[in-house]
């Protein structure tokens, strides 16, 4: 008997309920692709600088003033490259966030199932 109240008990603790996702905020996953496309960009940027600044200082008599110049153009890089990859990663995550609703709406919605945390 009791263990048949044991797996009563396991089996309410383990089922969860669904819930139906009807809508997302575009901008909220706006945002998460602008993140990830700006860390993308920096990633480019750095490699890029990097490149750049090798090229510059093997060109030159000076590896001092090579690598000075190939920082300088680098560093403009590493800020503005991210920047413009944030911006079109936000643009393109508005355009999919509106897309997903659409797509959600059409659908019914999607099935989730949420389970309680112990």
């Known amino acids: 008997e009791e263990i048949i109240k ?22 909220s996953i706006a945002m998460l692709e602008a993140i990830f496309a700006g860390v993308i960009g920096l ?13 510059i200082a093997d060109s030159t008599q000076s590896v001092l003033a090579g690598l000075t110049f190939g920082i300088a153009g680098g560093a403009i890089t590493i800020i503005v490259v991210p920047l413009i990859y944030f911006g ?4 393109i995550g508005l355009l999919h966030g509106v897309i997903l609703n659409f797509l959600i709406e059409t659908s019914g919605g999607i099935e989730v199932n949420i389970q309680d945390k112990k």
């Open 6 to 27: 044991k797996e009563k008990v396991m089996a309410n603790v383990n089922n969860g309920y669904n819930k139906r996702v009807v809508s997302v905020k575009p901008t």
């Open 43 to 55: 990633t480019v940027a750095i490699l890029f600088s990097l490149r750049a600044s090798i090229q």
């Open 88 to 91: 079109l990663g936000w643009l």
